[in-house]
């Protein structure tokens, strides 16, 4: 008579085995991913599975009652002490004894799929550097001298094949009481990266550890710095937090950072501590307040551009502030994360930084690679990242370039006159009537328009997504022509287009009745966008020369910003090439989402790895087509190239404000551009 046929759901895997086979052995002599931590000892719950009883014509199979064997004591006890849910066995004690089909439930697969957010985003598989194991440790013998840790060492090798391991002194200092609290059964952190054949024991406990592992993805920006927690078993996002990158108060933009170390000898020092302290508090701030230990955090993964990279690190930055823009290492990095300065999470913890691009295209446009993979794109795909600089890929299946090209903080609500960030009381959304040239508006904190009779909010400024609603919507109603210049009252019909000196400025609210601001827009805010803009622009179109193309198929704008930009808006302005607007996609933070993915799969990071060599990259600051493309794109939306898709959704006015039709100060081609990083 041949063995029982097993067969697991959703894998489709078969095998036959003899009567009294544990499940657990049999997925795993099949492949079959089932977790485990204790190793079949029936006290951690990972390996549930989820049996089939009938007909299966199928699979060619019936299952009868008795496949399975009887609950046992240890099942009946974890269902009485933790509950077992309807239908669910423990595989390593419920055992063959017919043919069986079994189904392994998403929770109970080692490498589930992690859905993410954006419904276009692909699903990350879960395989973090850092998991968790149980062993049995053999106790020491006085006729056979070996210490804890070699006996440790040839338990994970023998129950797990996992090693061979090495273990720091933190490990080391609590392995011994852990051993003799668990009676020679201990849990086992290893880190043990793709493509290593070092693995590295990162925390010990006695008996079965059920806290958790938990690792950081940190998207480290110029000028805030986000963190997410995640559980390590299962990817899920237990807290995400951020604050402001210390380092401003050295300078807003990178090269002032630069800058200060130049002219301040030890001012890279003074940034490092900076930084890191930040990231500390974070690390720390987040935990606490996802209830979770910080000494369970085992893993860090950071994404940053090249000159954060370096003052995170410690490394003098001041090469990347001019060419040929020399990196001193462009490789992913892995190392101890108390070497970056993360005392307050687990003393064994490790840090994994990204690989950056090139000297002035960083570990965050990696990132975003990973996160998007525009190199397994069909179409030919435009990412933009947009923060102080923006990152920019362009690329599909047949090769991908990247650049990066300092917008400045104009589209973050920075060096606007009633600029601020996107917090509670900035307007975010506005609406200019093109008849009346009266606006509407909205505020971060409030879901009704300002001319709701209910609104009673007091807008305290505009955020980044506000300007360039303002800006394009002062365009479309005819109150700015299309070199940028914003005009009279004569001119435009409206009282709200107030004199300031030689120019104009529009008067979105006036709230100092109410003890608020008055809100403007000035020429100088129009400058600042027109700058911001035309360097976005300018940067994609030397990707769209180098790649000899016209046009793109679709946008992609990343970045949390990226997620509030209204497409219309962004294409008025000239922000982005002209494409149909429902091809302009948000990614939201693509650069934390793939902070998040390298975390959470190992095989990710070498991804990224091998794909960043193979991203050509593109320097802005020294190809002379990009002050060309600059210059053409300070009008709104552009002075020679064509914007078609646009034009079958919106009329612009025709309108011309200055003596000669153009903006004073030029079209913004003469004034001296600095390379933010
Ligand atoms: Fe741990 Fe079954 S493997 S309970």
Not at 140 to 147: A, I, K, Q, V, Y
Not at 166 to 186: D, E, F, M, N, S
Not at 389 to 406: F, K, M, Q, R, W
Request: charged share 20%.
């Amino acid at each position: 008579m041949t063995d029982p046929l097993v067969i697991f759901t959703p894998s489709g895997k078969r095998g036959h085995f003899p009567v009294g086979t544990p499940i657990l052995t049999a997925a795993r002599q099949l492949g079959v991913d089932l977790d485990s931590v204790c190793g079949g000892r029936g006290i951690c719950s990972k390996c549930q599975i989820a049996p089939s009883y009938g007909d299966f014509p199928k699979h060619g199979v019936t299952v009868s009652d008795g496949a399975l064997s009887e609950w046992n004591d240890v099942e009946a006890r974890y269902d009485r002490v933790r509950g077992l849910k309807e239908g669910r066995r423990l595989g390593c004690q419920a055992k063959v004894m017919g043919d069986i089909v079994v189904d392994v439930p998403p929770e109970s697969q080692v490498h589930k799929q992690v859905v993410r957010k954006a419904a276009s985003a692909k699903p990350i598989t879960m395989d973090p550097a850092t998991r968790l194991v149980m062993i049995d440790v053999v106790e020491p013998d006085m006729h056979e001298p070996s210490g804890d840790l070699e006996r440790v060492a040839d338990a994970l090798r023998d129950q797990w094949d996992i090693g061979p391991v090495t273990a720091r002194l933190p490990v080391l200092k609590a392995l011994q009481p852990a051993l003799r609290k668990g009676q020679w059964q201990i849990s086992v952190a290893v880190h043990h990266p793709a493509n290593s054949d070092k693995a590295q024991i990162v925390g010990v406990w006695p008996g079965l550890h059920e806290g958790g592992l938990y690792g950081l993805a940190v998207d480290l920006g110029s000028t805030t710095i986000a963190a997410h927690l995640c559980d390590l078993a299962d990817g899920s996002v237990l807290a995400s937090s951020g604050l402001m990158n210390p380092q401003i108060r050295f300078g807003e933009d990178l090269m002032s950072r630069v800058s200060y170390v130049m002219m301040n000898p030890g001012g890279d020092a003074e940034m490092t501590g900076a930084v890191q302290d930040a990231l500390n508090t974070l690390a720390v701030e987040i935990a606490t307040e996802a209830g979770v230990d910080p000494n369970l955090i085992f893993e860090t993964v950071i994404v940053c551009n090249p000159v954060m990279h370096h003052l995170l690190l410690g490394i003098d930055p001041v090469e990347l502030g001019q060419a040929p823009f020399a990196l001193a290492t462009s490789g992913s990095l892995t190392m101890d994360a108390r070497e970056i300065g993360l005392t307050g999470i687990a003393p064994t913890a490790q840090a994994y930084l990204l690989p950056c691009i090139a000297g002035h295209v960083g570990a965050d446009a990696a990132a975003v690679a990973l996160a998007e993979e525009p190199n397994n794109s069909n179409d030919l795909a435009l990412i933009v990242d947009v923060g102080t600089n923006a990152e920019i890929l362009l690329g599909d299946t047949n090769g991908v370039l990247a650049c990066s090209s300092p917008t400045g903080p104009a589209f973050e609500g920075a060096q606007i006159s009633a600029g601020q960030r996107a917090a509670p009381g900035a307007i975010e959304r506005i609406e200019i009537n093109p008849d009346t040239k009266e606006p509407r508006f909205r505020v971060i904190g409030s879901d009704l328009w300002s001319d709701d009779p209910a609104f009673d909010t007091v807008p305290t400024g505009i955020c980044g997504s506000g300007i360039i609603e303002a800006v394009a919507e002062m365009r479309m109603a005819g109150l700015l022509d299309a070199s940028g210049l914003i005009g009279s009252a004569e001119a435009t019909g409206t009282s709200r287009a107030e004199p300031t000196g030689r120019t104009h400025a529009y008067l979105i609210h006036d709230a100092t009745d109410q003890g608020g601001p008055r809100i403007t827009v000035t020429q100088g805010d129009i400058r600042a966008i027109q700058l911001a803009k035309s360097a976005l622009y300018a940067g994609a179109r030397l990707l769209m020369d180098q790649r000899g193309v016209e046009k793109v198929d679709r946008v992609v704008l990343a970045g949390a910003f990226g997620a509030h930009i209204s497409p219309k808006h962004a294409m008025v302005l000239g922000m982005i090439p002209d494409v149909p607007l429902d091809k302009v996609q948000s990614a939201g933070n693509a650069a934390g989402h793939g902070a998040r993915i390298a975390l959470c799969n190992r095989a990710a990071r070498t991804r990224i790895e091998e794909t960043v060599h193979n991203i050509h990259k593109v320097e802005t600051a020294i190809e002379p087509k990009f002050q060309e493309h600059f210059v053409n794109a300070n009008a709104i939306p552009h002075a020679t190239d064509p914007f078609p898709e646009l034009e079958q959704v919106v009329t612009l006015p025709e309108v011309a404000f200055g003596a000669s039709g153009s903006a004073p100060g030029g079209a913004g081609g003469g004034r001296r551009r600095r390379r933010r990083g």
